[in-house]
């Protein structure tokens, strides 16, 4: 089993910046991705970013691709997602996941490990 918290979540103006942290624990030896998604009211859950773990490569999005910068910390056992020129439409609960599968970084189905979520809200 993996533990995934996520915190730094709040409201912002558009044009800010929000840091969201993700801590994992468990048995984290097992995990191959690491990654980031969003859901909005009515809307899908989306994929905003993710990390390989052994090497720190990172998967973006064109919807997010040079606003948002992921980041791992081996020591902390953490991963941040560095969000800048936040725009209304990023207004979300974010969720870090954790997938072992070595299949897709993007798709959610393969991600088996998720946190809680934290509110990102953007104002305009």
């Known amino acids: 089993q993996v533990q995934l918290v996520e915190s730094g979540g709040g409201l912002v103006q558009a044009g800010g910046s929000l840091r969201l942290s993700c801590a994992a624990s468990?048995?984290?030896?097992?995990?191959?991705?690491m990654g980031w998604f969003r859901q909005a009211p009515g809307q899908e859950r989306e994929f905003v970013g993710a990390i390989r773990w052994s090497d720190g490569d990172t998967y973006y999005p064109d919807s997010v691709r040079g606003r948002f910068t992921l980041s791992r910390d081996n020591a902390e056992n953490t991963i941040a997602l560095q969000m800048n020129s936040l725009k209304f439409e990023d207004t979300a609960v974010y969720y870090c996941a954790a997938q072992s599968e070595r299949v897709s970084p993007s798709d959610p189905l393969w991600y088996y490990y998720w946190g809680q979520g934290t509110q990102v809200t953007v104002s305009s």
């Open positions: 468990g048995r984290t030896s097992s995990v191959y991705f």
